[in-house]
């Protein structure tokens, strides 16, 4: 009994005792040990560092004193870096513990790891060369819209009634408006034959928003449901579609800097033509003339592209109408693309699948909104049937794929097109196109099937 204390007091100093701790960090203690991953090994006894530095030298075959320089060195000489990679460990040499690698061997991961470092060198040297490129393009694409814009500015618009129709200015146009200068372009372009001036804005932009308000609790009940009928197709629509226009932009959604302008140009205009009120598409244009325009010209601009025949004809669903837009288009269509037009006839794919939508948002919403832009500056110069040209354009552009396409897939490729579009390769195709159908141009044909709706696509007669 009595040797039991003793015997707690032995197994308390042997088995339970507790080792000190080093005070020190143990990135000092073991300084390699993060980089491996590994627990840090247990200390043991100091050794010599020449010791230690003549034992590498003599296991792994460096250049010492008396060793020749090693195959590994003999290759890093020639080389202008180093790949920061782990593939570098081919070269050394195995473990003592383990056979040396035969000759072969050796050869072998020398020659890979040469493979290897000339593949990253030769890689780099072409991504190096292609931002090079991107970068020699980006700033010769700056330089020549500098250029432009100076041209614009100081030679073009200060004349713009006798330079207009140029030749010259015609082949500018076609390039594209420079954006500092590409609002003032569209408003003379578009020109302002309704006369709406700044202030009949202010008048309909006040009129919308007392409705939007304020319901008339006198009115009788057949006034009453009109006027809710009127408001929920109009200005109850607009709130709807603002925040689904330009969604990637982020500005024109609730909060975003050009929110409440969207909302206020497209509520005048449902007081300014209540015959025609507001139609989903209209806030995609009214979007891209805000983006270049000052509020009240846009509005100006807006009402006015509006009023051209082809956009009233779609926006106040003038079914006649259109059937004869689309059937003027066929025509184009079977002269520049006939075996492109067979196959969509054969899938009975009609024009009005994949137009309406183009023709309702002026591609603001099918295509990007920097190759919509350059679409609508020549759009501002040609009329309507430059939209006609561009969607033939598109068509030639990518024949090829929809050719092998059924009816679905080709519809919602038309109606959904690809992200990205090489806006110079649409410009080919666009100026490959002929508007010219039996020496008669767009105008002549489209008036000829007015006249006689009969010589229309039957197709399209369904």
């Not at 034992?55 to 090693?70: A, L, M």
């Not at 500018?172 to 804005?201: C, F, M």
């Not at 008669?440 to 009969?454: C, G, T």
Request: hydrophobic share 40%; glycine share 4%; aromatic share 10%.
């Amino acid at each position: 009994r009595m040797a039991a204390p003793s015997l707690l007091l032995y197994i308390d100093r042997s088995l339970f005792a507790r080792r000190v701790k080093d005070s020190r960090p143990v990135e000092q203690r073991d300084p390699g040990w993060k980089l491996f991953g590994k627990v840090p090994p247990r200390e043991a006894p100091s050794k010599d560092p020449k010791i230690i530095q003549k034992e590498y030298e003599t296991k792994s075959g460096r250049s010492g004193p008396g060793n020749p320089k090693s195959p590994r060195q003999s290759v890093r000489k020639n080389l202008d870096f180093e790949p920061l990679s782990t593939t570098a460990l081919i070269l050394e040499d195995r473990p003592a513990n383990l056979p040396a690698k035969p000759a072969e061997e050796a050869q072998k991961h020398r020659q890979q790891y040469e493979e290897m470092v000339a593949q990253v060198k030769k890689r780099e040297l072409k991504e190096a060369q292609k931002r090079k490129k991107q970068l020699e393009d980006r700033c010769k694409i700056e330089n020549s819209i500098g250029v432009a814009a100076q041209i614009w500015n100081q030679e073009i618009l200060p004349n713009w009634s006798t330079m207009c129709t140029s030749r010259r200015v015609r082949d500018l146009w076609w390039q594209g408006i420079p954006p500092s200068v590409r609002g003032k372009v569209w408003t003379l372009a578009v020109g302002n034959d309704l006369n709406i001036t700044h202030e009949l804005y202010n008048i309909c932009l006040a009129r919308a928003k007392e409705k939007s308000k304020t319901m008339p609790a006198s009115a009788s009940g057949a006034e009453s449901e009109g006027f809710s009928m009127y408001r929920e197709s109009s200005l109850e629509l607009i709130k709807l579609d603002i925040s689904r226009t330009f969604p990637n932009l982020c500005i024109f959604q609730q909060g975003g800097p050009y929110h409440d302008v969207l909302h206020s140009i497209l509520g005048a205009y449902t007081c300014y033509r209540p015959d025609v009120g507001y139609v989903q598409g209209m806030s995609f244009i009214a979007a891209v003339l805000i983006l270049n325009l000052d509020t009240a010209d846009a509005f100006i601009a807006f009402a006015n592209l509006l009023n051209k025949p082809c956009q009233m004809a779609f926006f106040r669903v003038d079914h006649s109408l259109m059937l004869t837009y689309f059937s003027a288009f066929e025509v184009f269509f079977e002269e520049n693309l006939p075996k492109l037009f067979a196959h969509f006839k054969k899938n009975n794919l009609t024009p009005d699948i994949y137009l309406i939508d183009w023709i309702f948002t002026l591609y603001s919403k099918s295509l990007p909104l920097d190759l919509a832009c350059r679409v609508w500056d020549v759009f501002c110069r040609d009329g309507e049937e430059f939209l006609f040209r561009t969607a033939l354009g598109l068509l030639r552009l990518y024949q090829d794929v929809l050719t092998c396409m059924d009816f679905i897939h080709m519809a919602q490729f038309l109606t959904r097109l690809p992200d990205l579009i090489p806006a110079e390769q649409l410009f080919q195709h666009i100026a490959a196109v002929h508007m010219a159908s039996r020496n008669r141009k767009w105008a002549q044909v489209l008036l000829a099937l007015q006249k006689d709706p009969e010589r229309g696509s039957p197709v399209l007669k369904r």
